[in-house]
Nanobody, 116 residues
Framework: QVQLVESGGGLVQPGGSLRLSCAAS????????MGWYRQAPEKQRELVAL???????NYGDSMRGRFTISRDVDKNTVYLQMSALKPEDTAVYYC??????????WGQGTQVTVSS
């Protein structure tokens, strides 16, 4: 069993920055990769960023260059540093883990609102 808990969401002005955290607990050896997705109202959930156990990263097209995913292996935590935020970045951000076996795991989500 793997559990994910996100934190760090909130209200930020356009152009500002925010860092999200995702703490994983449980059978860490089961995790193959972790990432972030987001879902805005009336839109489909989309990939924000992911990081593999080998440290390889990938980003959604609109996030590349503004967002950075990283991890602290000792703390079993993945971070999403978001900069140059835009109103269209407003969404619920979900942490996601792909396991070596079985269905993937989602966190409960954290709201990010970019508004002046």
């Amino acid at each position: 069993q793997v559990q994910l808990v996100e934190s760090g969401g909130g209200l930020v002005q356009p152009g500002g920055s925010l860092r999200l955290s995702c703490a994983a607990s449980g059978s860490m050896i089961m995790i193959n990769r972790m990432g972030w997705y987001r879902q805005a109202p009336e839109k489909q959930r989309e990939l924000v960023a992911l990081i593999t156990n080998g440290g390889i990263t990938n980003y959604g097209d609109s996030m590349r260059g503004r967002f950075t995913i990283s991890r602290d292996v000792d703390k079993n935590t993945v971070y999403l540093q978001m900069s140059a935020l835009k109103p269209e970045d407003t969404a619920v951000y979900y942490c996601h883990a792909i396991l070596n076996r079985g269905p993937s795991v989602w966190g409960q989500g954290t709201q990010v609102t970019v508004s002046s």
